[in-house]
């Protein structure tokens, strides 16, 4: 079995726990996400290097777009 974590800082707690919110109904069975403080901490299990790979690449998207969508909902980002 091939593992890699990955761990992600943000602003805040609440920020932390909305982007898991976002990227958890992606996860598989293979994956386990807590957040811990600021921080998104993602481990992800597959049999082989390629799987890990893909599903790490996969995440890594997913969480990008959930991260760039919450700045975009910040006060400081909202021009009505």
Known sequence: MRRA???TTH???E???ALA???EPDNT???DTQVIDETVETT???ETTGGLHS???DYVVNL???AQLTDQQTPDNNHE
């Open 5 to 7: 974590t990955i761990r």
């Open 11 to 13: 602003g805040d707690g």
């Open 15 to 17: 920020t932390a726990r």
């Open 21 to 23: 919110r976002a990227v």
């Open 29 to 31: 069975d293979e994956m």
């Open 44 to 46: 992800i299990a597959r």
């Open 55 to 57: 599903t790490v690449d």
């Open 64 to 66: 990008t777009v959930a």
